[in-house]
């Protein structure tokens, strides 16, 4: 399975992006999908989980303001961010995870200007 995401970009501090993440099969066989960010310099944090149950997971600086979904019928995984930051500024990576496989995306670029 491979991972493909999608939907970084510029924005302005106080705008909305969504990120999407699509597998090349079978997204719903994985448990947890979660999206994580990796600033320069600093390492890879989690940004939000969701479970197969719909349950979800997010870091406290992005608490009220990212929301994550997941449509298995589509095999996707998305990181709707509004009220962006400069600090949420980072390469957004998906990831997927089950018992058998622990898979990345190849990241996704999102800039905010101030």
């Known amino acids: 399975v491979q991972l493909q995401a999608s939907g970084g970009g510029v924005v302005q501090a106080g705008g909305s992006l969504r990120l999407s993440c699509v597998a090349s099969?079978?997204?719903?066989?994985?448990?947890?999908l979660a999206w994580y960010r990796q600033a320069p310099g600093e390492g890879r944090v989690m940004v939000a989980t969701i479970n197969n149950d719909g349950n979800t997971k997010y870091g406290d600086s992005v608490k009220g303001r990212f929301t994550i979904s997941r449509d298995n019928a589509k095999n996707a995984v998305y990181l709707q961010m509004n009220g962006l930051k400069p600090e949420d500024a980072a390469v957004y990576y998906c990831?997927?995870?089950?018992?058998?496989?622990?898979?990345w995306g190849q990241g996704t670029l999102v800039t905010v200007s101030s």
């Open positions: 990831n997927a995870a089950s018992p058998f496989a622990y898979i």
């Open positions: 099969r079978n997204i719903g066989s994985f448990t947890f």
